[in-house]
């Protein structure tokens, strides 16, 4: 939802903002509801939503990078307590994609291929908000979880955990984001319950008028009346990959036990020399799984 008309100041009123604000916001999810009518491209809805049931679902957005999907996919497999990991594929590139549906095939991970996004050329943020409402509307609402949580693909276990676990005391946890008075759980690691959200008309999109990135937009429906310091939380620390280099140039996090490679942040022109640090991070745990999960 837009923020409310009186937190908009006189000079904000002066440049018409809420008009122009109400205008955008009315656009956005006019393209928005148009994606999330359009199909699946190539893959087995109903077998999808059936094998979700009732279940503990894990749930990657994947975009263009099998070798990061392949990382995550491995060691959750080995590290990470849960029923069923669905990959929904945000790739742009066919070919992008048919490498993250290898990686997938491979470990027997579920595969969504989604339609076009409109937003993946113009804004990052909204393709990716985008594409996690089409699976909870498309796949995760209609199947009826047990309960369910959104990654990053670029989020990495390096310890056993259980991230369900805390979900019999909260009915939703993750990594806090605060905007202002608002706050919101950080799309790249959220759980929620099901049976405490399935009512609710949950919007995982942003708000930016309102400083609300991907997952914001449930400020009004789900975040507005719960008070944050009552849900669990993890420490996130953050570090340069790269010796000698500025800490947003090869940014990174450990958020608990898991490695944050965040991808799309610092200086693009050092991303390769940034995953060959991140392998070396993740080696400890690669090397503990079979010989088998580490190929």
């Known amino acids: 939802m837009p923020k409310a008309l009186r937190e908009y100041n ?8 809420p008009l122009t604000h109400a205008i955008k916001t009315a656009r956005y999810r006019k393209i ?77 991970t579920s595969y969504v291929r989604l339609p076009a996004n409109p937003w993946t050329v113009k804004n990052p943020s909204r393709s990716h908000a985008a594409a996690l409402n089409w699976m909870w509307h498309n796949v995760l609402e209609p199947a009826a979880p047990a309960a369910f949580g959104f990654l990053d693909q670029d989020i990495f276990p390096t310890q056993p955990c259980d991230p369900f676990a805390p979900l019999q005391d909260v009915a939703f946890y993750g990594d806090l984001r605060r905007a202002g008075a608002r706050w919101y759980l950080w799309a790249g690691y959220c759980f929620f319950r099901f049976d405490a959200v399935a009512r609710k008309p949950l919007d995982f999109g942003l708000d930016w008028f309102a400083g609300l990135d991907t997952g914001g937009a449930n400020w009004e429906v789900l975040y507005r009346d719960v008070d944050p310091n009552a849900l669990p939380q993890r420490p996130i620390t953050a570090f340069a990959a790269l010796p000698g280099v500025e800490l947003r140039q090869a940014y990174c996090e450990w958020r608990g036990s898991w490695l944050h490679e965040v991808g799309l942040d610092g200086d693009l022109s050092l991303k390769a020399k940034k995953r060959e640090a991140v392998l070396r991070l993740l080696q400890p745990a690669l090397q503990a799984l079979p010989r088998s999960a580490r190929q």
């Open 10 to 17: 006189w000079r904000q009123w002066l440049r018409m903002q």
């Open 32 to 108: 928005d509801r148009r994606f999330l009518s359009l199909p699946a491209k190539a893959c087995d809805i109903q077998g999808t939503r059936d094998a979700a049931r009732s279940r503990d679902v894990l749930l990657t957005i994947a975009f263009g990078d099998a070798q990061c999907l392949d990382l995550q996919v491995r060691l959750i497999r080995r590290l990470v307590r849960y029923d069923l990991h669905i990959v929904a594929d945000n790739s742009i590139s066919e070919a992008a994609a048919d490498e993250n549906r290898k990686v997938c095939a491979a470990y027997g």
